[in-house]
């Protein structure tokens, strides 16, 4: 809201004494309850209003005259002067964001532990502690498709990494869990750009697949996931737990 000048009063107060055929003293205030407020004395009208209405139009101020002669009588004054109150009321209140719980702790996988290990090691000049994205494990449910499954996905919005609950398993080896948010982490890093008109965006690009082949655990990390791809899909699609074997160089490394 710009700042009110000091003369927005009194050119107020002048033209609803006018207009009114009686004194008329008006104030800006900055309730957001009551925005207007009219008080008979016993030789004035008072009137304080929200400063929004410094830069109301004209048929605002006409319905907001036409109240206050008659009161809610003014039928269709008082809708026109209620939709305008609701926008000023609107613009002042501050944009909702909906608080979501990070729940990086997992029933067998902690991502907290994972995401140290990558923030202090393969990301530690790239993301920074100011620009490090919240992580997550994503709601537990059952999913419908039998042919897709997102193991874990970065929004670059909120910058919130969502790691898919199908991964917190035991039969689920820590080095895969491990590799899956280092792929979304770099995401945070290699944030697409908007595409050209006409041109595809590019969300795994040549240097984004670079540096993900330099990755240790990359090779293992491939060739487990295309063998278990059907049972993470089963799992996910049903809840029913992997029923993998317990490999303990795989589980502990």
């Given at each position: 809201m710009p700042p009110l000048h000091p003369t927005d009063a009194e050119r107020w107060s002048r033209e609803l004494s006018l207009r009114m055929g009686r004194p008329v003293a008006v104030r800006f205030g900055r309730a957001r309850r009551r925005m207007v407020v009219a008080e008979r004395e016993e030789t004035r009208l008072s009137?304080?209003?929200?400063?929004?209405?410094?830069?109301?139009?004209?048929?605002?101020?006409?319905?907001?005259?036409?109240?206050?002669?008659?009161?809610?009588?003014?039928?269709?004054?008082?809708?026109?002067?209620?939709?305008f109150l609701d926008e000023l009321a609107r613009a002042g209140e501050p944009p909702r964001t909906r608080a979501v719980r990070l729940e990086p702790r997992g029933r067998h996988h902690d991502l907290c532990e994972f995401s140290a290990e990558l923030f202090d090691g393969e990301f530690a000049a790239e993301l920074p502690l100011e620009?490090?994205?919240?992580?997550?494990?994503?709601?537990?449910?059952?999913r419908r498709s039998w042919h897709s499954l997102e193991l874990g996905n970065f929004d670059p919005r909120t910058r919130r990494v969502r790691i898919?609950?199908?991964l917190?398993?035991?039969?689920?080896?820590?080095?895969?869990?491990?590799?899956?948010?280092?792929?979304?982490?770099?995401?945070?890093?290699?944030?697409p750009t908007a595409p050209a008109r006409g041109a595809r965006r590019v969300v795994h690009g040549a240097e984004f697949r670079a540096r993900e082949r330099a990755f240790a655990d990359f090779a293992?990390?491939?060739?487990?996931?295309?063998?278990?791809?059907?049972?993470?899909?089963?799992?996910?699609?049903?809840?029913?737990?992997?029923?993998?074997p317990l490999?303990?160089?795989?589980?502990?490394?």
């Open positions: 009137v304080r209003l929200h400063e929004g209405f410094a830069l109301a139009p004209e048929d605002v101020r006409d319905s907001l005259v036409r109240w206050l002669e008659v009161g809610g009588r003014a039928r269709r004054a008082t809708r026109h002067l209620r939709g620009s490090r994205p919240a992580i997550t494990w994503g709601r537990r449910g059952r898919h609950p199908v917190d398993q035991a039969s689920v080896p820590r080095f895969f869990v491990r590799f899956v948010l280092a792929h979304e982490l770099l995401h945070a890093v290699f944030e293992r990390a491939r060739a487990w996931q295309e063998a278990h791809v059907h049972e993470l899909l089963r799992s996910a699609r049903t809840g029913r737990p992997l029923r993998l490999l303990e160089g795989w589980l502990f490394d």
